[in-house]
């Protein structure tokens, strides 16, 4: 929050992609028509209309069908995450995740005492083969995972896609080991290059048994103050997730929920995906660049084709946790430790930088301090 620090650890959409006037203009119109029942408690699963409209959103750009009897809103794609590992999670149950992995997911499962086994990644997403392994080991062991979580679309925090080949072999893997796959994107549609929508296909679109649930949010496309997301699944799952969810919040905001509807019945989440994509894209192009001008030769890193993140790794005698003051004190510059993303100890030697906040000339102010820094110590 120091106003002299470049700040590339919050994983926030930036404010400038707000339709602000918009939500205004719909937020005084539902205040003046229908107060009354706008501010009242409303249905666990969430606001009627906006339902019918998540059916639609999901039909026409996720290629998922499902009915309104397989959708509960929730309060963020972080309470869906929550609701999913209550219902499912015993203490001591087995929950496979991508290694690096979402912070917000790890500490969703730990704190329901699951254990966490972590699977590679490559360039291409996670390892079909390493997660075959995992499996293996853990029947051996007398245990058997219960989910899989993955974050398929520009993931947080690596910035990495699965391919098509791969979202195909997962649901394979999920079929032959009665898994459940918990596929998380809150940033499809966040994608630099329109082109690419055919490889996003999420894997509950080729789901025809019920092996997935699909998490999504309108934080990233549209604002996040507004907590609205939603799951996908199958109809039995969403009636016991409807008892699991009034044990928590008993319904969400109905006024939340209404603007949400009212931004996508107007068409405004459509009219301004193409400038999110572009804002992101030209802060995602100035970082990658800033990185390949600055850094030394031994530091490496992805490069996202949406999202808000990139992930960078230095050789493994460094700790990017113990240079953390020093980028701070010295260079004025915080990002996230990679550590914290791997649930397996390992990871010392990354970190995530989020390009989504800083302007582009702190962007570019940024990477030079922050190789500045590193280059002493790889000397």
Not at 363 to 368: D, E, K
């Amino acid at each position: 929050m120091q106003p002299d620090i470049i700040g590339f650890a919050a994983g926030t959409p930036s404010a400038d992609t707000f339709p602000a006037h918009e939500i205004q203009r719909i937020a005084s119109s539902i205040l003046e028509t229908d107060a009354r029942a706008a501010l009242q408690y409303g249905l666990t699963l969430g606001y009627a209309g906006l339902i019918d409209a998540v059916s639609s959103f999901s039909r026409v750009r996720r290629a998922i069908t499902c009915t309104t009897e397989e959708i509960c809103i929730t309060s963020g794609s972080q309470q869906a995450l929550d609701l999913v590992g209550r219902l499912f999670l015993d203490p001591g149950d087995v929950v496979l995740v991508e290694l690096p992995s979402y912070i917000g997911a790890i500490a969703a499962f730990r704190n329901l005492q699951a254990e966490l086994v972590g699977v590679r990644q490559a360039p291409d997403g996670i390892e079909v083969e390493d997660l075959i392994a995992r499996i293996e080991a853990c029947k051996r062991s007398g245990k058997r995972p219960k989910l899989l979580y993955v974050i398929p679309n520009f993931q947080n925090p690596s910035g990495l896609t699965v391919s098509p080949a791969k979202r195909r072999a997962l649901l394979d893997v999920a079929i032959r080991y009665g898994l459940l796959i918990v596929e998380d994107d809150p940033y499809g549609e966040v994608c630099f290059d329109p082109q690419m929508a055919s490889d996003l296909r999420p894997i509950k679109s080729m789901d025809t048994e019920g092996h997935v649930i699909y998490l999504s949010t309108f934080s990233k496309i549209l604002a996040p103050g507004l907590r609205v997301g939603w799951i996908i699944a199958a109809k039995p799952v969403i009636e016991k997730l409807d008892l699991v969810k009034q044990s928590t919040d008993l319904c969400g905001s109905m006024f939340d929920q209404r603007i949400v509807n009212e931004c996508l019945r107007q068409g405004i989440v459509e009219q301004h995906l193409p400038g999110i994509r572009e804002f992101y894209k030209q802060k995602c192009r100035t970082m990658l660049d800033s990185l390949e001008t600055a850094m030394p030769s031994e530091v490496q890193w992805t490069r996202p084709a949406g999202g808000l993140f990139l992930w960078i790794s230095l050789p493994a005698r460094l700790d990017t946790e113990a240079i953390l003051p020093e980028s701070i004190e010295q260079a004025r510059v915080i990002y996230v430790p990679g550590s914290p993303f791997h649930v397996n100890g390992t990871g010392r030697n990354t970190l995530r930088v989020a390009f989504s906040k800083e302007s582009e000339d702190n962007i570019r102010a940024g990477i030079h301090r922050l190789a500045q820094v590193l280059k002493q110590h790889l000397e």
